[in-house]
């Protein structure tokens, strides 16, 4: 069947409610079922991976065995569908500039929607986009959405922040953006937020003297608390509003670990997901993601 004559979605994982849910971004290379293999080698509650190929056009169904198996064995283990937030691959831009670029990005955009929900989730990450007229851009961004709404059910969209603050091109590089977006999508229970500690930074979203505290209440105030679905914690490279997407260990850079740690005590009970250079040290980071949450 193709996807848009699907009718046999399996049912979606339960939620879970044993927070806090902290891990990294992991790898299928082998199979959906590694994922949950590396959570627990790394003693990990959450996890992001890429549905597909991140940086190629080319895709394919999964096994239905495999999704299928991927599904009992969260069962079995507990997890619930709250603890993933898989990723949509970089190349898509359903803004582009390009028609071709725009049109491949949509349908592609359709595909991983699709196979999130044949993995019994229901979040998927996306970099909103960019363009050169950011108006149409945001309306095109949000027309998309809605588009892939009425095929495929259940899954909501999560916007990424974006780091590029001094771009006329990038969108999403502000919280106000972002609530343009959302104020154009249809179903508002179907459209989420990911703060990226690391883009935040970079793209002064708050003060740099009080950005852990500011930066919730900021987004509370300007696109509303609801819509917070999970953090990629990152450290930066970069220096405060420097508009540069470059993350670092959480040991390192220029966003303080101090600050990192008062947003994370503010408790939001969404999945934080670490994307930082240094996978040796994941296990340690996640230790000390979890020692920063209240539960």
């Known amino acids: 069947k193709t996807i848009m004559s699907y009718d046999n979605y399996p049912e979606l994982l339960p939620n879970s409610d044993n927070y806090p849910f902290i891990g990294c971004h992991m790898s299928i290379e082998k199979s959906f079922l590694s994922l949950l293999d590396q959570m627990k080698n790394l003693n990990a509650t959450g996890c992001a991976f890429f549905t597909s190929n991140p940086r190629g056009w080319q895709t394919k169904i999964p096994d239905p065995e495999s999704t299928h198996q991927f599904i009992q064995n969260c069962l079995d283990l507990k997890y619930g569908r709250n603890q993933f937030l898989p990723h949509a691959p970089y190349i898509v831009n359903v803004c582009s500039d390009t028609d071709r670029v725009k049109d491949q990005s949509k349908q592609r955009l359709l ?166 250079p240094d996978g040796s040290k994941y296990k340690q980071e996640i230790e000390l993601l979890r020692s920063f949450v209240k539960k």
């Open 111 to 276: 595909f991983e929607v699709f196979l999130v929900r044949l993995l019994g989730l229901d979040t998927l990450n996306i970099h909103p986009g960019s363009c050169k007229d950011k108006v149409q851009g945001i309306k095109t961004i949000a027309d998309c959405i809605n588009y892939v709404h009425e095929i495929v059910p259940d899954v909501i969209l999560v916007l990424e922040t974006m780091a590029e603050c001094n771009s006329k091109t990038t969108i999403a590089n502000c919280f106000e953006e972002i609530r343009q977006i959302i104020d154009l999508v249809k179903d508002k229970t179907r459209v989420g937020v990911c703060i990226d500690t690391q883009h935040t930074f970079a793209g002064g979203f708050a003060s740099e003297e009080n950005f852990g505290d500011e930066l919730l209440q900021n987004f509370d105030k300007i696109v509303g608390a609801e819509y917070l679905k999970g953090f990629h914690v990152n450290g930066s490279k970069t220096l405060w509003k420097s508009g540069n997407d470059r993350h670092e260990s959480l040991d390192s850079g220029n966003l303080p670990i101090k600050q990192i740690q008062k947003l994370l005590e503010q408790g939001r009970k969404v999945v934080m997901v670490l994307e930082t």
